[in-house]
């Protein structure tokens, strides 16, 4: 698999993004005309950059407006491109991509446009360069695929191919299998990029919100999948025009696209089975199935005792101290939460570290590291269990661990099975406004998680965006929720990280622990009214939610009673009972807990 990725992706200048490209393993670079046009350095010394880079240049773009106009417009095309014919021969490129004509288009007619090309083409060919010809989804006249291949057809020249884009053609909802129609020799390029859904015009969609592969919703595995059955065996190319992409670090950005097209072969190999050999080299990844349970979560600060003692109002048993460390572990059932004293961290409480189960981490610790998540080193001493772990987009610790391996490094608390039914639900992970994109990809590549459809829900001060990436039986549940933009800080937001912790009987967990002192986030009675309006409760249910600050929802699948407690630090709790097969988060619910949680 030859990778690629188009310089319009990264922030900065050229020279900068080459780098950047090069350093997160990309063979190729696409370049993207206004890049070069704005470096100061001429196409030989860029050229001669990309050389010592160990980069390609595969392809230079955009040309515009070439056909399907009048012949005296046409004699400007060929003026027009012959210049960049020259120039490319300077950076030594030998494709150029051609998109079909959006603005100087006055002839609908596949014959003219189609010979048109093959003049193009003829005059690429004496200077050595191909033309690959790409269907805009905003294109005047030709915006399928389908158009852009008959013409391509008709052109009938060999130094004209089409370039395949999956934006312009998923974003349409134009059916990718008849890619495989198209001979593999004649698919001269192939772009790609995600996105999310969105309702809006194609050309602000693509222009700003394009996403590398498993960060949006297009099944860019299948879509890949028709390409390689097609026969196409070229480099799988990046092309991602993003607004935040384009101002943030662009190494980070490039390895995000790397580790993007490692994950989409792997899917894409999986997909299809036995073919795949027969017909591109789609590297696999190590195996890894998705975690269906968190092992612990780590909170830390530099005094983590507010949060003990409410553990300990919960229903948390003291699990021991660590042999080594100033950390503490709170079991109660299958819930982990350890408390980690480090003077040096910021002071308030966060959540450092999340742990997933998994059995055999090996095989899950290698599958990372191809997909270049940053490896954490934490010190260990003998004896001591070395856990695997990498550091996520928003800076959270990620372990792939084992209770069992782990915790017998505890000494002098409650052990054994403590009777209780509770477990972690979910773990609710606060995304800065650069990264959201990024952890999305994350959680799916290096974790197998599968991010559920987006929602959004008012906050006091915005909307917050909210993605839950989840295990296929829903064990583990990790609501990443975005901010809204230019909130200075996090935990006044009341967007505080949060621990949900799932038991069976919430109403009876509440009220013990409010004799042990808990005093839940305080829900105001507008809402119970509401409650009755809503769903019709019996008077003695209303009054009994009322009594113990329990907010309720249901659904076609079930019911769902939780309760907040009050915020420590960046961290609170949840409290949770599921009841039958309701599989959300009350999302109805949570204005009301924004805006009590804003004061
Ligand atoms: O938005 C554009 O103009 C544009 C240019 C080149 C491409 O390959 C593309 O997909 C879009
Ligand atoms: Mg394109």
Aim: hydrophobic share 40%; glycine share 8%.
């Amino acid at each position: 698999m030859r990778t690629s990725i188009a310089t319009v992706c990264l922030s900065g200048g050229l020279v900068q993004k080459m780098y950047a490209a090069a350093e997160a393993g990309f063979d190729a670079i696409e370049i993207f005309e206004p890049d070069l046009i704005a470096a100061p350095q001429s196409p030989e010394e860029i050229r001669a950059l990309a050389s010592r880079l160990g980069l390609t240049l595969d392809l230079y773009q955009p040309f515009r407006d070439a056909e399907g106009v009048d012949e005296s417009a046409f004699a400007d095309v060929l003026h027009r491109a012959e210049a960049k014919f020259r120039l490319m021969q300077r950076l030594g490129i030998d494709l150029m991509l051609v998109c079909s004509n959006v603005a100087t288009a006055t002839v609908d007619d596949d014959e003219v446009s189609a010979g048109q090309l093959r003049r193009l083409g003829e005059l690429a060919a004496t200077y050595g360069i191909r033309l690959a010809y790409e269907a805009l989804a905003w294109g005047r006249f030709v915006d399928d695929y389908r158009r852009s291949w008959r013409i391509v057809e008709l052109a009938d020249h060999p130094n004209v191919g089409v370039c395949l884009d999956s934006f312009h053609i998923l974003s349409r909802g134009h059916d990718p299998k008849q890619i495989e129609e198209i001979p593999a020799e004649k698919i001269f390029f192939l772009q790609l990029a995600d996105a999310p859904a969105l309702s809006m015009d194609v050309l602000s969609w693509s222009r700003h919100h394009r996403l590398f592969p498993g960060e949006g919703s297009f099944d860019l595995p299948a879509f890949l999948g028709h390409v390689v059955r097609a026969g196409y065996d070229g480099p799988l190319s990046l092309e991602v025009f993003n607004d935040t992409f384009r101002q943030t670090d662009p190494v980070r950005t490039a390895r995000q696209a790397q580790r993007s097209l490692r994950w989409l072969a792997d899917r894409t190999a999986d997909l299809l089975g036995e073919e795949a050999d027969q017909h591109a080299s789609l590297p696999r990844l190590p195996e890894m199935t998705a975690p269906e349970a968190f092992d612990f979560v780590e909170i830390k600060a530099p005094d983590t005792s507010g949060v003990e003692v409410l553990l300990e109002q919960l229903g948390f048993d003291f699990g021991g101290r660590h042999r080594s460390k100033q950390v503490r572990l709170w079991t109660w059932g299958a819930a982990r939460i350890v408390c980690n004293d480090v003077p040096s961290a910021s002071p308030a409480p966060r959540i450092a570290a999340v742990g997933f189960d998994v059995a055999d981490s090996d095989p899950a610790a290698e599958r990372a590291a191809r997909l270049m998540a940053p490896p954490v080193h934490r010190r260990t001493y003998a004896g001591e269990q070395a856990l695997r772990a990498f550091t996520s987009p928003d800076g959270t610790e990620v372990f792939l661990s084992h209770a069992e391996d782990w915790m017998g490094e505890f000494d002098g608390g409650v052990s054994g099975a403590d009777g209780h039914d509770a477990r972690i639900d979910h773990v609710n992970l606060v995304q800065p406004w650069h990264s959201f994109d990024e952890a999305v990809l994350f959680y799916t590549s290096v974790l197998s998680l599968t991010p559920q459809p987006t929602q959004e829900v008012a906050g006091p001060s915005g909307l917050v965006r909210s993605q839950v990436m989840s295990s296929p039986a829903g064990g583990v549940r990790l609501p990443l929720n975005l901010l809204p933009t230019g909130q200075p800080d996090a935990g006044q937001q009341g967007q505080a990280q949060h621990i949900a912790l799932a038991c069976q009987d919430i109403i009876g967990v509440v009220a013990a622990a409010r004799e042990r002192g808990l005093r839940p986030l305080k829900v105001p009675g507008n809402y119970y009214d509401d409650l009755v309006a809503r769903f019709g409760l019996s008077d003695g249910l209303v009054a009994t939610l009322r009594d113990l600050d329990l907010l309720y929802d249901r659904d076609p699948d079930g019911e769902y009673l939780h309760c907040y407690t009050e915020t420590v630090g960046e961290v609170f709790f949840e409290l949770v009972e599921r009841r039958d097969r309701y599989d959300g988060y009350g999302a109805g619910n949570a204005p009301v807990r924004l805006v009590t949680q804003a004061g």
